[in-house]
């Protein structure tokens, strides 16, 4: 899984400087080694690299020879900074028509088998969810004190009206792919077929857009195997026709470095206003999300996560780096979940969640969400303690369990479920945990494991809200 093994070293580094009152500019030395080899090695660009390092040694060697802080934790968090910067800071929200009534036009460019065609029903829903008319351009995110995590402010109206446009005339089946997706999430697919010139299929579908009152127009175009003159020239004619308000590359994170060369390629060729990484989800090691920008200085607007169309993130660099350091990313938890429950509910949930009083009743609440939510691999990143540390097999397992889960909690009483202690910490636990297991035919100690995941959840959730609370190391000054 993306960033496992670099998320791993960077545990061991803060480990290495772990309990240290005093730190010399020798282990400083030492640390950055370890932090560079690990960048490489999850295929992180070396200038990119470079300027990182350089820029944490610098902010480190002064502060960690003050005495009476946590060396470790301090590294951490300018670690943590660095990250953030180096992903461009903030999120970069997709663009809005600039012109008053008209549908805002996304171009889409990438080589074949990037994901485009994918990602254009993908963006096609996430304009269908951002909603109908044509506002003011989108508010760029507030200026944060250190440690807060933006959240965009949630939308409300009828939903937009999205046309996809088939332009990706050489790719064998790209149109009927296309329009398959687009049947499958109601948008309706712009495709005069493929004897027709692409510069006149943009044209015409941004057109058609335009005729139809469409809130957005999404335009897919050709792919090569490799990027090629012919392709660019194609490219910026499209691009000539259908003037876009933005121009998003498809990169496949897979392809590691190749992905922050491409962009930077594009960029300078056709001229592009963002990227959208592909297949974070996959084998990649993750260091393309920390390179585009830094090398194309284009930003990355959404990640692609899975092969479902709702598997498409908005990018958010400060949540990319609490994953990459391992703390998890709760928001894009608690924001997933919210399209589940209604944010009552889930308002309620993720303070119990942070008071950690919720109790077995909550867990199945929770659970039914985070099924809905997607495969347990996705949702394993996000959450603190587990980011990282979770194999293939572990996460099959705990796919496994949580079934179990359900089944031991529909056989606790009611008190139980409501009283978590009565199963953890009563003179009769024990007994309670064996009828339990004897009634769900398992053995007492699954149900006894089952038992100690949940307290340790509770624990976790409760250690992270500390941490992230104020005067929290992830916190906003004390
Ligand atoms: P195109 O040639 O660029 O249009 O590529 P497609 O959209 O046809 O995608 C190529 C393959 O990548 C398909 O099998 C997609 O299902 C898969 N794919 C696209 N995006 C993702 C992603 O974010 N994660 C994963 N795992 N697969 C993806």
Do not use: H, T
């Given at each position: 899984m993306m960033f496992d093994q670099l998320t791993e070293k960077m545990a061991g580094i803060g480990e290495m400087l772990q309990g240290k009152k005093k730190i010399t500019a020798a282990s400083v030395e030492r640390a950055l080694g370890e932090v560079k080899r690990a960048l490489l090695d999850a295929d992180v660009n070396l200038k990119v690299t470079n300027g990182l390092i350089e820029s944490v040694r610098n902010q480190a060697v002064g502060k960690l020879l003050i005495e009476g802080v946590t060396p470790d934790q301090q590294f951490v968090k300018i670690m943590y900074d660095e990250l953030v910067k180096v992903m461009g800071s903030q999120q970069a929200p997709l663009a809005r028509s600039t012109k008053e009534g008209e549908p805002v036009v996304i171009l889409l460019a990438g080589l074949q088998g990037a994901g485009k065609t994918t990602a254009a029903a993908k963006l096609a829903k996430f304009c269908q969810e951002r909603g109908a008319g044509v506002a003011p351009a989108e508010e760029p995110q507030p200026e944060m004190k250190e440690g807060e995590v933006w959240t965009p402010p949630q939308r409300e109206g009828p939903p937009?009206?999205?046309?996809?446009?088939?332009?990706?005339?050489?790719?064998?089946?790209?149109?009927?792919?296309?329009?398959?997706?687009?049947?499958?999430?109601?948008?309706?697919?712009?495709?005069?077929?493929?004897?027709?010139d692409p510069v006149d299929i943009a044209r015409g579908g941004v057109q058609y857009a335009r005729d139809g009152g469409f809130d957005a127009v999404i335009v897919d175009t050709a792919g090569r195997q490799v990027i090629d003159e012919k392709l660019m020239d194609e490219l910026v004619k499209v691009k000539g026709a259908c003037e876009p308000d933005e121009v998003l590359l498809v990169v496949d994170a897979m392809t590691g470095q190749e992905a922050a060369t491409l962009t930077a390629a594009f960029n300078e060729r056709v001229g592009i206003t963002g990227a959208i990484l592909t297949k974070l989800d996959g084998d990649s090691?993750?260091?393309?999300?920390?390179s585009v920008q830094g090398v194309s200085g284009r930003p990355i607007k959404f990640v692609g996560v899975g092969e479902r169309i709702d598997d498409l993130e908005p990018f958010y660099p400060d949540r990319m780096a609490s994953r990459i350091l391992g703390m998890g990313d709760?928001?894009?938890?608690?924001?997933?979940?919210?399209?589940?429950?209604?944010e009552a509910e889930m308002a309620q949930l993720s303070q119990k969640m942070m008071d950690a009083t919720f109790d077995f009743n909550d867990f199945l609440e929770q659970s039914k969400?985070?099924?809905?939510?997607?495969s347990m691999a996705n949702v394993a990143k996000m959450i603190p303690g587990m980011a990282g540390k979770l194999s293939q097999q572990q996460m099959d397992d705990a796919e496994d369990r949580a079934e179990r889960a359900d089944l031991f909690i529909s056989l606790m009483l009611p008190e139980e479920r409501t009283n978590p202690d009565l199963l953890i910490r009563d003179a009769a636990a024990l007994q309670r945990q064996r009828r339990i297991?004897?009634?769900?035919?398992?053995?007492?100690?699954?149900?006894?494991?089952?038992?100690?995941?949940?307290q340790t959840m509770r624990t976790m959730m409760s250690r992270m809200s500390k941490r992230m609370a104020p005067g929290g190391d992830m916190g906003g000054a004390p």
């Open positions: 937009g009206k999205v046309l996809l446009v088939a332009g990706d005339v050489y790719r064998p089946a790209a149109i009927e792919q296309l329009q398959r997706l687009g049947e499958r999430i109601g948008a309706e697919v712009f495709a005069p077929g493929r004897d027709v090691r993750g260091g393309s999300a920390l709760i928001v894009s938890f608690v924001e997933k979940a919210q399209k589940q429950v209604s969400v985070v099924r809905n939510m997607g297991a004897k009634a769900a035919q398992v053995r007492p100690q699954d149900v006894a494991a089952f038992i100690s995941d949940f």
